[in-house]
């Protein structure tokens, strides 16, 4: 996601050389988001006749990229970073990075258990770690409220809750209930501020309007969260999370309009791991309910949302041939560069 970040201060030439691409820390929805639609695919593969082939070759691919974009994000410095992580927009997308790599790492797990379990505790304590810092940041005051978005479930909700999946996918059961609660309680936390912005105070920025399908995503995850942790059976808690998943689904669909009026951006890649989260769930109530044509209705749902990451995808590359991917430097910056030492 494009958006654009306040001028940095006191750019010294002996701290900024970094002649490469500006990745802000939006672009991590682009991992996340095909990380998603392979946890949608493995979902699809408790029902018969899918191959787990293609949820091991979307991983694969994914945690290519995830390297690349992570090594040149690294790459722009500390000083960079630190700057992204105190900005009041930017800040949530850094933790995109590490939701990405416990995803992957979990995914490794079904092939190498015990690299995969030391990924996840890994990059769930980064999570953790990440969650933590950003809500003291967000403590000490000074953020505007119209700064505030959707993308703020990422740090810790979001967090949590695909560290529970994590954690319980590799039978760390009581790391996995920890992170669920984490998840829960910061999302219902989290949850009545962001509403409250989108609800009182002016339209989201249209490079932030796209966040608004994280309202859709947080409690998709959840939902697979508490069948990980509880177990997969139809429960008052699992009726409870799917009844408001379902609420969100049609409050997307009165967001269609909006969404419509929207120019292409990287910022695209939100609906996906929103979307994706939200097919997985619902694969997964198939597959424990099992209705009649379930198999039918499995297939309907992955063929669709494959086509539509794949237009994303489509998209995305016509940017990167484009030069439009990623953002500019300040002007500031590139005078800095221009003027250092080779």
């Excluded at 408790?46 to 082939?53: F, H, K, M």
């Excluded at 995803?103 to 770690?129: K, Q, W, Y």
């Excluded at 005051?141 to 949590?160: C, K, N, Q, R, W």
């Excluded at 509403?195 to 932030?208: G, I, K, V, Y």
Aim: glycine share 8%.
């Amino acid at each position: 996601m494009s958006i654009p970040r306040l001028p940095e201060k006191d750019q010294s030439p002996k701290r900024q050389r970094f002649l490469g691409p500006r990745v802000p820390p939006s672009l991590f929805g682009i991992v996340l988001g095909i990380a998603g639609l392979a946890q949608a695919w493995h979902a699809a593969v408790q029902l018969p006749g899918t191959p787990q082939a293609i949820p091991d070759a979307l991983s694969i691919m994914d945690a290519a990229l995830w390297l690349v974009l992570v090594g040149f994000y690294l790459a722009q410095g500390p000083r960079i970073i630190m700057a992204d992580l105190r900005d009041p927009v930017l800040s949530p997308f850094v933790s995109a990075s590490a939701l990405t790599a416990m995803l992957l790492s979990a995914a490794l797990a079904n092939a190498a258990f015990a690299a995969g379990r030391v990924l996840v505790i890994v990059f769930l304590a980064v999570t953790i770690a990440l969650g933590g810092w950003l809500t003291g940041q967000w403590m000490t005051g000074g953020i505007e409220p119209d700064s505030v978005h959707t993308g703020y479930f990422l740090p810790t909700a979001a967090g949590g809750l695909i560290g529970a999946n994590a954690a319980a996918q590799v039978h760390l059961h009581a790391l996995a209930e920890a992170s669920f609660g984490i998840g829960v309680i910061c999302w219902v936390l989290l949850g009545s501020t962001i509403l409250n912005r989108l609800f009182s105070r002016p339209p989201l920025p249209s490079a932030l309007v796209p966040t608004m399908a994280i309202e859709l995503g947080v409690p998709a995850v959840a939902g697979s969260a508490y069948f990980a942790v509880a177990g997969r059976t139809v429960s008052l808690m699992a009726c409870v999370l799917g009844g408001y998943v379902v609420l969100m689904a049609v409050a997307q669909a009165r967001l269609i309009p909006v969404y419509r009026r929207l120019s292409f951006t990287p910022g695209a890649w939100t609906f996906v791991f929103s979307y994706t989260a939200a097919a997985a769930y619902a694969l997964e109530w198939l597959a424990i309910k099992k209705p009649p044509a379930a198999t039918g209705y499995a297939i309907a749902a992955i063929v669709v949302l494959t086509a539509f990451v794949a237009w994303i995808a489509f998209r995305t590359v016509v940017l990167a041939v484009r030069g439009q991917l990623f953002p500019a430097w300040p002007p500031a910056h590139q005078a800095v560069d221009a003027a250092s030492p080779s």
